[in-house]
């Protein structure tokens, strides 16, 4: 199975900050990655696949590059509703597999 | 739009079996699959398998491969996951996403089903 990487494991910034999150992959995944926001007691969300295109209704300010094993998620303008846990995701390779998560708090 | 709902908490013993169902809405149901994710306490996601729900074919994760079973209803637009021979660690919040294949994003989110497995 492909792992997936996250870093930092856990991140805290202001509100207007720009936060960058890394996901790696353990192979090259091309740009097979999805990016998933998960707020206490509730389902992921979606706000990126193909590794940079926005889920509809996701807000401009999250962005995601990369591609092959690197890939990262931006929040440009960090906002207090961004509080929240976000994972990638691989489906690459059979099976699909996510990363450990990142936790995001607001200072 | 498109909604998927899921079933509610279950309590099983260890050895028990449990169905999870996930009834969805808002979109073609043969037009897109679903997949199932789970989630153990303070833990992060496990991928579990997803079914085709234009011909029922399915694909497992290995781990749970023999235990499982995804299946469609197409009259009422419902899926669902039976997990047999459950154990502790089988403790989890599961849930249900809408998938085009195994390997598209999910793009859909049930709420999440609670499964306790304990004596």
């Known amino acids: 199975d492909i792992q997936m990487t996250q870093s930092p494991s856990s991140v805290s910034a202001s509100v207007g900050d720009r936060v960058t999150i890394t996901c790696r992959a353990s192979q090259g995944i091309a740009t097979w990655l999805a990016w998933y926001q998960q707020k206490p007691g509730k389902a992921p969300k979606l706000l990126i696949y193909g590794a940079s295109d926005l889920q509809s209704g996701v807000p401009s300010r999250f962005s995601g590059t990369g591609s092959g094993t690197d890939f990262t998620l931006t929040i440009s303008s960090l906002q207090p509703e961004d509080s929240a846990t976000y994972y990638c995701q691989q489906a690459s390779s059979f099976p699909p597999t996510f990363g450990p998560g990142t936790k995001m708090d607001i200072k | 739009q498109v909604q998927l709902v899921q079933s509610g908490t279950e309590v099983k013993r260890p050895g028990a079996s449990v169905k999870v169902s996930c009834k969805t809405s808002?979109?073609?149901?043969?037009?897109?699959?679903i997949s199932w994710v789970r989630q153990a306490p303070g833990q992060g996601l496990e991928w579990m398998g997803w079914?085709?729900?234009?011909?029922?074919?399915?694909n497992y994760a290995q781990n749970i491969q023999g235990r499982v079973t995804m299946t469609t209803d197409t009259s009422t637009t419902t899926v669902y996951m039976d997990l047999r021979s459950l154990t502790s660690d089988d403790t989890a919040v599961y849930y249900c996403?809408?998938?085009?294949?195994?390997?598209?994003?999910?793009?859909?989110w049930g709420q999440g089903t609670l499964v306790i497995v304990s004596s």
């Open positions: 079914i085709n729900t234009y011909n029922g074919n399915t």
């Open positions: 996403a809408r998938a085009t294949n195994w390997n598209y994003a999910l793009s859909h």
């Open positions: 808002g979109y073609t149901f043969s037009n897109s699959g």
